[in-house]
């Protein structure tokens, strides 16, 4: 284990059943359709690349990049820095997120989605940590309810580190305290 994490809390294992129950049901769901999957960059990269290869029905993938986290410490707003490329006009986009913490991020995204005409917007994230939501926003899948910590690990950064981990761990409070 990395020496600036405190304790593993998901595996690449756990992580795998995980993305197999959630690829099972959107399987199931999007059978018939053909959605652009939306990773949000960087910190779904590595989630997203391991759901996508899943996935069995025709989709395209179409990255965006937003801010809104310094650091440790959110702060609140929401920006596009690299919007996707395609027409969502009457195409069901599924957004892929490492994790929802306050949930302005994803709620921001989702709302922008559906006022360019989006046929549909679901949300699958990694990690959900319901305790330090501040808005009302819910992801549709999920792998596993999050403590209210600092993650990293699986595409998970402090400063930029550690999204290289296979699992995801709490960070040592030295590590950012320092
Ligand atoms: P939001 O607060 O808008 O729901 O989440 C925005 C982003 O904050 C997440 O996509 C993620 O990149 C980052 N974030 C939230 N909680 C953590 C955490 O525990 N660890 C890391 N590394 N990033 C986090
Ligand atoms: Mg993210
Ligand atoms: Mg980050």
Redesign the pocket.
């Known amino acids: 284990m990395n020496n600036d994490i405190e304790s593993v809390l998901y595996t690449q294992n756990d992580l795998n059943n995980r993305m197999d129950e959630m690829a099972a049901e959107l399987n199931k769901k999007y059978k018939n359709e053909e959605p652009i999957i939306v990773p949000v960059l ?2 779904a990269m590595i989630f997203a690349s391991d759901m996508i290869k899943r996935l069995s029905f025709k989709l395209i993938i179409d990255p965006i990049k937003a801010s809104s ?1 310094e650091g440790s410490q959110s702060t609140g707003k929401v920006k596009i820095t690299q919007d996707i490329k395609s027409d969502v006009t009457n195409r069901p986009v599924i957004f892929m997120e490492d994790i929802i913490d306050t949930g302005r991020t994803l709620q921001a995204l989702s709302e922008i989605m559906k006022e360019r005409g989006a046929k549909s917007v679901e949300v699958v994230s990694m990690l959900d940590k319901p305790e330090t939501r501040v808005v009302d926003f819910h992801a549709d899948y999920y792998g596993f309810k999050a403590p209210d910590e600092f993650l990293v690990g699986y595409g ?2 402090y400063n930029g580190l550690y999204r290289n981990l296979p699992y995801v761990g709490i960070l040592k409070h030295e590590v950012y305290a320092s």
């Open positions: 960087n910190g986290y998970l950064d």
